[in-house]
């Protein structure tokens, strides 16, 4: 007997329109960026910045914008504490740990991301995650997202 296997459904039209705004918007932002998949990917120091346009809600679409901080890192009670007090602190961005890596995360309602908050937000979430690298490898351990800078 075989499987069903899922079959991902096409772009709204809302996303559609919103990744030919977001490369619009990055020619205007950033000197380069790649294209990989459905995200854009702009190195940025030790880090790296994912800009992921999504599907939202019925006819609404989001931006990620999603950094590493430090990558191989274990997760104590000790790095939960410090990622709540930067969430406290932060303006642009949430802090988390996933699969042993902490990143900082801000999202953008789609449709309403102008060129002025889009700068805005990926400098902001670029630069935190790039300026937390060292103060993290050396309370916490891990290691940079980009070993060779």
Partial sequence: MEKDVPTSSPPS???????????????KAVPNYNKADDRFEIPYESTHLVIHPIDWTEGRTLLRLIAPVIVDVNPTPALYERLSELNNTTIFGKYYVHDRTVFI?????????????????????????????????????????????
Avoid: Q, T
């Fill in 105 to 149: 995360e801000h999202n953008l309602l789609g449709e309403s991301a102008d060129g002025d908050e889009f700068r805005a937000a990926i400098a902001s979430v670029a630069h935190h995650a790039d300026h937390l690298v060292d103060p993290m490898l050396a309370e916490f351990g891990g290691r940079k997202w980009k070993e060779d800078v």
């Fill in 13 to 27: 039209r809302e996303l559609v329109i919103l990744r030919e705004k977001v490369e619009r918007l990055l020619g």
